[in-house]
């Protein structure tokens, strides 16, 4: 039904589904091969134009032909000895008995066994090879050994190898924290082979806080110095020589002296406050009595505007100043506007009594 030959198919989906499966860990006692994935890597071989099928009449054949091809290549798995049925679902499932093909020592006959594995027709000798090669099978390949206790076995391998890994860390550590610190946490480091894991990982814990407080008193320490500009140490630059207890006191020191600057600074910006505060109040007050006094004086332009008006129309004075021109000017010329006009006024008023 192919046209591309049958043993290309072959080697290409052993590759896939057998070759080297033993590595893999499963849930099962064995390695399980799944059919329908099988005929998923055929169906995709055939999208990729990696073969095609024959002509019948001039036409496809159409038939499940990916289906058929892999029935019978794991047929062939069967009957060879690679992979064996399991359980009630054993149209699909199978297991894997062995993940590789022995090579047959004489050429001649692996170029029989070749020629049986990719055809149907094959004359009497090869035929006679081909049954003593999977009657031998058994005895040319070593069975897939892949259980439970296997990976059991494994897992438990890698955890003590991980358990000792993790003591040799909290060993190593502890050291190097003691050491850079000079804290005591052992006086004989042969001791911390003897502890037990559990309460080896409490100390390293306890250690890293201390290791960790010891850092941050150093950064702290610097931070202050630099915020203050006090000379809190004197040679900054050796914080990481001091031991612990002695950085413990220094800290404290350092922090004492910190809090009074912190305090200093408030004081400070309290009375910055007030002094600002003090200074708005005083603007705002200037500012509402410019306000009212222009508004005074506003209003007292009104009346001596009005005034003129009222004298300007009774005697019918007239002035290069207009009315709207004062309302532009000042007080003070208005005022002087005023004066005028009350001298004009009386002048025309004795006038009229002749």
Same mark, same amino acid.
């Given at each position: 039904m192919l046209k591309t030959p049958g043993i290309f198919i072959q080697l290409w989906l052993y590759d896939k589904m057998i070759y080297q499966k033993s590595k893999f860990k499963t849930k099962y006692d064995f390695v399980p091969l799944w059919a329908p994935k099988c005929l998923k890597e055929?169906?995709? !071989?055939?999208?990729?134009?990696?073969?095609?099928?024959?002509?019948?009449?001039?036409?496809?054949?159409?038939?499940?032909?990916?289906?058929?091809?892999?029935?019978?290549?794991?047929? !062939?798995?069967?009957?060879v000895g690679l992979i064996e049925k399991v359980? $009630?679902?054993? $149209?699909?499932?199978?297991k894997i008995v062995c993940d590789y093909l022995p090579a047959h020592e004489d050429k001649k006959e692996s170029l029989f066994v070749e020629w049986g594995f990719g055809s149907s027709n094959y004359p009497k000798e090869v035929r006679e090879a081909i049954d003593e090669y999977r009657k031998n099978f058994k005895l040319l390949h070593k069975p897939i050994k892949h259980t439970h206790a296997r990976i059991e076995e494994n897992r438990k391998k890698d955890m003590d190898k991980f358990f000792v890994q993790q003591r040799n860390k909290f060993? $190593?550590?502890?050291i190097e924290i003691q050491n850079k610190t000079q804290m005591n946490f052992v006086e004989d480091f042969k001791v911390l082979e003897e502890i037990d894991l559990k309460e080896l990982k409490e100390m390293h814990d306890q250690a890293e806080r201390?290791?960790?407080?010891?850092?941050?008193?150093?950064?702290?320490?610097?931070?202050?110095?630099? =915020?203050?500009n006090i000379v809190l140490v004197e040679d900054i630059n050796r914080l990481d020589q001091?031991?612990?207890?002695?950085?413990?006191? !220094?800290y404290e020191v350092c922090e004492s002296t910190y809090y009074w600057w912190e305090e200093e600074k408030r004081k400070e910006a309290k009375e910055e406050q007030r002094?600002?505060? =003090?200074? =708005?109040? $005083? !603007?705002e007050q200037e500012k509402k009595k410019k306000a009212i006094e222009k508004e005074k004086m506003e209003k007292t332009?009104?009346?001596?505007?009005?005034?003129?008006?009222?004298?300007?129309s009774e005697k019918d004075l007239t002035y290069s100043v207009g009315v709207n021109d004062l309302y532009k000017s000042d007080l003070s010329t208005v005022r002087r506007i005023y004066q005028e006009?009350?001298?004009d006024y009386e002048y025309h008023k004795q006038l009229s009594l002749f």
């Open positions: 055929i169906t995709k !071989l055939k999208k990729m134009g990696c073969y095609k099928e024959k002509e019948q009449n001039g036409n496809e054949i159409k038939v499940k032909t990916d289906k058929l091809v892999v029935d019978e290549i794991l047929d !062939l798995w069967r009957t359980g $009630r679902r054993d $149209r699909f499932f199978h060993r $190593r550590n502890i201390k290791y960790d407080n010891w850092l941050s008193m150093q950064n702290e320490i610097v931070r202050m110095q630099n =915020e203050t001091i031991s612990y207890s002695d950085l413990v006191g !220094l002094i600002k505060r =003090e200074e =708005e109040k $005083r !603007l332009k009104e009346k001596l505007i009005s005034r003129i008006k009222q004298m300007r006009t009350i001298g």
